[in-house]
C-alpha cells in the first residue's frame, strides 16, 4: 500500500500557474507509475496525465496537453504536476495516484490506480 499526500492547489485567474506536488510513501517509489486524476463539481473523476517508474515516458489527456507538465523526483520520492495556461474548466479536485501493478505511464489512462491521494483544490478564476 502507497501513503500518497498532495500539496499545492490554491487559487488562480485564467492564464495563470500552479504546481501541484504528491509525496509517497509505503513502497520503492521508483518501481511503478504515477498520475494525476481531477473531479470537478458534477462531474465523473477523470484522467489528467501519468508518468512511468523512470520518468522516461509520460502520458496527457488532450485537453490539458501543452499546458501540464507531469514529472518526478524519485529521489524525494515525490510527483508534481505543473499547470500553465489554466483555464476556469480545469477547476477540480486534484488527485494524485499509484499505481503499483504497472510500470509503464499509458496504463493508467485506462486501469483504476491501486491507491489515491486525499485530492487538492484547484480553483481558476475567470
Known amino acids: 500500500q502507497v501513503q500518497l499526500v498532495e500539496s499545492g492547489g490554491g487559487l488562480v485567474q485564467a492564464g495563470g500557474s500552479l504546481r501541484l506536488s504528491c509525496a509517497a510513501s509505503?513502497?520503492?517509489?521508483?518501481?511503478?507509475?504515477m498520475g494525476w486524476f481531477r473531479q470537478a463539481p458534477g462531474k465523473e473523476r477523470e484522467f489528467v496525465a501519468a508518468?512511468?517508474?523512470?520518468?522516461?515516458?509520460?502520458y496527457y489527456a488532450d485537453s490539458v496537453k501543452g499546458r501540464f507538465t507531469i514529472s518526478r523526483d524519485n529521489a524525494k520520492n515525490t510527483v508534481y504536476l505543473q499547470m500553465n495556461s489554466l483555464k476556469p474548466e480545469d477547476t477540480a479536485v486534484y488527485y494524485c495516484?499509484?499505481?503499483?501493478?504497472?510500470?509503464?505511464?499509458?496504463?493508467?489512462?485506462?486501469?483504476?490506480?491501486?491507491?489515491w491521494g486525499q485530492g487538492t483544490q484547484v480553483t481558476v478564476s475567470s
Open positions: 495516484a499509484a499505481d503499483t501493478l504497472v510500470e509503464t505511464a499509458q496504463p493508467m489512462g485506462v486501469l483504476p490506480p491501486t491507491d
Open positions: 509505503g513502497r520503492t517509489f521508483s518501481s511503478y507509475a
Open positions: 508518468i512511468s517508474w523512470s520518468g522516461g515516458s509520460t
